[in-house]
């Protein structure tokens, strides 16, 4: 694995920005993260700061790999992305927008006007279907933030590249610049800092079968459950019981206790679906495909098979195995008529420099 080389210190400050950078392609793939504890709720919009820590693992199959290229001269710049088929088309206004945004923020970053100069041709591609509750704009902008950084000269630490990445604005990329088992802000009453590695990704070999049944692009985005979720009268209550939830779900991990860490998992993520459903307006997530995946899980766990569930900001049905339960669990839900899609995924290394571009 090549990860992002870092300075011990890191600062994104160039002495001469990016010199010898055009024309250079710089190619990262980063993985999605599927947060064990979620964050939900925002303590500062504009700094994307957290109201309480995460913790997530690290997946391993579900990536977006991002090209760029910086030119000399001044621009709009060009976004890209894979098609089905895979072939790259031009990225409509809802996708290209805020990479622009982060692209902006990266340059200035390394002293860079982007009216004067350095803009970018980026690509992107994404193993796993979008913006559907799978985080694909944590992989997204991790791999957007480390392939701009590396492409403008940056050498910095993975605390700067993961403050960088959750400038975005996609809190959870933060944590897509590290493999293994990451919390989010580290240390965990700092609100500002950056993700940091718990347990790396050889520690356990967990595995994660994705339910997909709702592959389309979700109704009601991240951010605005992250701005609903105080209009919950759950919500505080769910803020005094994370301290506590947050060093079990450490302790579990440590102890690679699958059982207590289900158990943790499934009441977090039934947390925050119920806090969205009861936040005003209400936001509803799961599907009757999600229940029946849900059901399943039940059926399963009363047959002996030790497999636990979580859901994010969408529909999709995350389940949480050991290996050698990994393919009984993908076939007794790929039966399911509401299932469109099963992804086997597991623990990962985190980021990797590619040689091959998208373009
Ligand atoms: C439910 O604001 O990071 O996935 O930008 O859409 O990736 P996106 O969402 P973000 O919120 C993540 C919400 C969550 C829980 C989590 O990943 O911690």
Redesign the pocket.
Known sequence: MTAPVASPRGSLLLEHPFEGAVGRKVTYEAPA?L?LV???GMRNEELTLPCAP?I?MTLSACVSTTTVEVHQRAGRDEVLLAGEDGRLERAGASFAAPVRRHLDRLRAGVGIDGASGGHFTVATRNSFPSRC?L?S??SGFAALTLAAVASLGGETSFEELSLLARAS?????ARSVLGGWVVWPSPPNAPNGPAKQLFPPEHWDLRDVIAVVEPGAKEI???A??RRARSSGLFAARLGALPSRRAAVERAIAARDLARLGALVETDAAE?QAIALSSEPPIVYPTTGTLAVLRRVAGLRDSGVPVYWSL??GANVHLLCEPHHERTVADAVATLPEVLRVLRDRVGHGPRRLEKHLF
């Open positions: 993260n947060a979620k964050y939900w995460s997530s509750g985080a704009s944590a604005g996609s809190g959870s990329a985005s991240s951010l459950g992250h925050l994010d900001a």
